[in-house]
């Protein structure tokens, strides 16, 4: 298991490698960072312009700020690292879930080449490894989704809280996010 997700992660870099870029749109959440550094505030134009939002990812700004100030990387540095980071917790959480799933016994033996199958598929895909860099909180998106899913199958006694805490943060990560906000509300409604 830790081989392919190993051969896993080193393609993910190697293909992240290829693909690095850093967005136009992505300096949006910079400059709005920067402001805040600079004492103003998450604002796109210091006083006396009044404040504006013009930033999709209030998580990816308040993430890349608290890396600035703990960290002194600035944004345009830290943010590919940060997304290929997300990338790759998206992939350990994947094998996590394939390794410890109750597979029935037909599929328990080709368990690992499943594996195999999700690792490749995954590195492989253009738009997944484009996106763990580009500058934007696509790959944190991605994980939240992935790690919402998981708490949505497992059964314990803290998944209503995991549940609501994980589709906050989806909603502060993206707008879109506010649908996993909306199904998780549903989920606990039918229970």
């Known amino acids: 298991m830790l081989v392919l997700f ?8 190697a293909g992240w490698h290829l693909t690095w870029f850093l967005t136009d749109d992505a300096f949006i959440a910079f400059r709005y960072v920067s402001n805040s550094k600079l004492g103003h505030g998450y604002v796109w134009n210091a006083a006396p312009f009044p404040p504006v939002e013009g930033s999709t990812s209030f998580l990816w700004v308040v993430l ?16 590919n690292i940060v997304a290929l980071g997300c990338a790759l917790l998206t992939l350990a959480v994947g094998t996590r879930v394939l390794v410890r ?7 328990r033996r080709s368990r690992f080449a499943l594996l195999g199958i999700f690792l490749l598929g995954t590195v492989t895909h253009r738009t997944f490894v484009t996106w763990a860099s580009s500058g934007f909180e696509t790959a944190l998106f991605d994980l939240l989704v992935l790690c919402w899913i998981v ?4 059964p314990g006694p803290l998944r209503t809280l995991q549940l609501a805490i994980l589709a906050t943060l989806l909603h ?20």
Do not use: K, N, Q, Y
């Open 151 to 154: 708490r949505c199958l497992a």
């Open 64 to 79: 890349l700020d608290g890396i600035w100030r703990v960290v002194g990387v600035a944004p345009p540095a830290a943010a």
């Open 172 to 191: 502060l990560t993206r707008p879109e996010g506010v649908l996993f906000a909306a199904a998780t509300v549903a989920i606990l409604a039918v229970r």
């Open 6 to 13: 190993g051969v896993g992660a080193a393609l993910l870099v």
């Open 101 to 107: 799933w109750d597979w029935r016994p037909p599929l």
